[in-house]
T-cell receptor
């Protein structure tokens, strides 16, 4: 069975500081890994994905994530946080096996303080 | 290119009623999936359709059902509504299994 953990419900960071939102996953096979962001009263928006290849993935709005197979982690990072980055962030995994659905983590609320 | 469109945006129903939610995917997307989002349970997968066939189903009771039409538009139906069905229902479409999901803004269902 697939599962995703986001160990922090809430992350607070000062504007201009680096941010990290953590994600660990469990799949039986090889994973597709994604990060999505949700702003209030909106659907989720895609940030970035890891399919294969380079372990460091760059995405939208200056975000990046590093795939670590040995630690089964896919942490989201940004070198310099903006107040506008404040939102709910979801990590998601999908097993590469046919017919597997997405599994989302519980979400981490990021607050960037001015 | 138009995004994923979900209608209606808000719904208020009473216990025991049934409801149908609609989703129009991005043009060319044949995969449509549905999710239930609640503060306590997060995002829970309901089902996924591809070319009118249900490819996967989440762990929800049989009161939750869905279908996909030949133009890829999808509907989900919830019968005999319960208070616990109050949630934001999100639809997403994609080009394929390794591709990102494009989400609609959701239908906020309140069951009184």
């Amino acid at each position: 069975a697939q599962s995703v953990a986001q160990p922090e419900d809430q992350v607070n960071v000062a504007e201009g500081n680096p941010l990290t939102v953590k994600c660990t996953y469990s799949v039986s096979g090889n994973p597709y890994l994604f990060w999505y962001v949700q702003y209030p009263n909106r659907g989720l928006q895609f940030l970035l994905k890891y399919i294969t290849g380079d372990n460091l993935v760059k995405g939208s709005y200056g975000f990046e994530a590093e795939f670590n197979k040995s630690q089964t982690s896919f942490h989201l990072k940004k070198p310099s946080a903006l107040v506008s980055d404040s939102a709910l962030y979801f990590c998601a995994v999908r097993d590469k096996g046919y017919g597997q659905n997405f599994v989302f983590g519980p979400g981490t609320r990021l607050s960037v303080l001015p | 290119k138009a995004g994923v469109t979900q209608t209606p945006r808000y719904l208020i129903k009473t216990r025991g009623q049934q409801v149908t939610l609609s989703c129009s995917p991005i043009s060319g997307h044949r995969s449509v999936s549905w999710y239930q989002q609640t503060p306590g349970q997060g995002l829970q997968f309901l089902f996924e359709y591809f070319s009118e066939t249900q490819r996967n189903k989440g762990n929800f009771p049989g009161r939750f059902s869905g279908r996909q039409f030949s133009n890829s538009r999808s509907e989900m139906n919830v019968s005999t509504l319960e208070l616990g069905d109050s949630a934001l229902y999100l639809c997403a479409s994609s080009l394929g299994q390794s591709e990102k999901l494009f989400f609609g803004s959701g239908t906020q269902l309140s069951v009184l």
